[in-house]
């Protein structure tokens, strides 16, 4: 399961960068969470219609996006406009070399606003992004999930996990479960409908016989997966 591109000239959605057939942006209501809710994107990221950092800003309400530039902010230096509005009163950077989120969530005053930045790229890239920006919060390591349901790339190891998974394993460590379950739903179709625009219809199958979606959303898929001239 390779990356996915988009070639030269193909019509796509502009928020779901799925081909027009294929598009779910109509499916779901977004998700609502009290957590401010950020990505910063590797620029190699922002052409891939795999890349779930893009799936984030438009499903999650309020979610932003902005693209990672080499030189963003060195320690000691002045932060630019783009990276100061990612700044919180406590603000976490998801990163498998950052705390055990167990080990600070005693310490952490409830009442102050949650902010959390989620680096979109492969690991090496999330690695370069986090040593250039990793002053401005606290690095924060989510508890091992269970295998990946992120089917459009191959994963080097089982815990590694997409972007959007981790946003996941946030709401679930916070109790934010209303957010957890509708974001589900938004990660499952995006992989579902992609593995379809692909044209693999058995492994999309196979797919959704573990998946949520079935149950919520059966008229939907009806529509999508039907004939058309």
């Given amino acids: 399961?390779?990356?996915?591109?988009?070639?030269?000239?193909?019509?796509r959605c502009?928020?779901?960068?799925?081909?027009p057939r294929w598009c779910v942006c109509r499916a779901l209501p977004q998700a609502t969470t009290a957590i401010q809710v950020d990505v910063l994107m590797h620029p190699q990221e922002q052409c891939k219609p795999s890349?779930?950092?893009?799936?984030?800003?438009?499903?999650?309400?309020g979610a932003r996006c902005q693209l990672y530039q080499r030189g963003l902010h060195q320690h000691g230096g002045p932060s630019p406009p783009s990276l100061a509005a990612l700044q919180g009163p406590e603000l976490w950077i998801l990163h498998p070399l950052g705390e055990p989120l167990e080990s600070i969530q005693?310490?952490?005053?409830?009442?102050?606003?949650?902010?959390?930045l989620l680096l979109d790229g492969n690991w090496s890239?999330?690695?370069?992004?986090l040593r250039t920006i990793e002053s401005i919060g606290r690095c924060v390591r989510l508890r091992a999930p269970g295998p990946s349901r992120y089917w459009l790339r191959?994963?080097?190891?089982?815990?590694?996990?997409?972007t959007a998974e981790?946003?996941?394993?946030?709401?679930?460590?916070?109790?934010?479960t209303a957010a957890e379950d509708q974001f589900r739903l938004h990660f499952e179709l995006h992989v579902y409908a992609s593995l379809r625009a692909r044209g693999r219809r058995q492994l999309a199958e196979d797919y959704l016989q573990d998946s949520p979606l079935k149950a919520a959303i059966p008229d939907f898929l009806e529509r999508l997966n039907a004939r058309r001239p």
């Fill in 154 to 162: 191959d994963q080097r190891e089982p815990s590694h996990i997409s």
């Fill in 106 to 116: 005693s310490v952490i005053d409830s009442s102050t606003p949650l902010q959390v």
């Fill in 51 to 61: 890349s779930t950092g893009k799936l984030i800003e438009r499903a999650v309400q």
């Fill in 166 to 176: 981790a946003l996941l394993g946030v709401f679930n460590a916070v109790g934010d």
């Fill in 125 to 129: 890239q999330a690695g370069e992004m």
């Fill in 1 to 11: 399961m390779g990356r996915s591109v988009v070639r030269a000239g193909a019509v």
């Fill in 14 to 19: 502009h928020a779901c960068r799925l081909a």
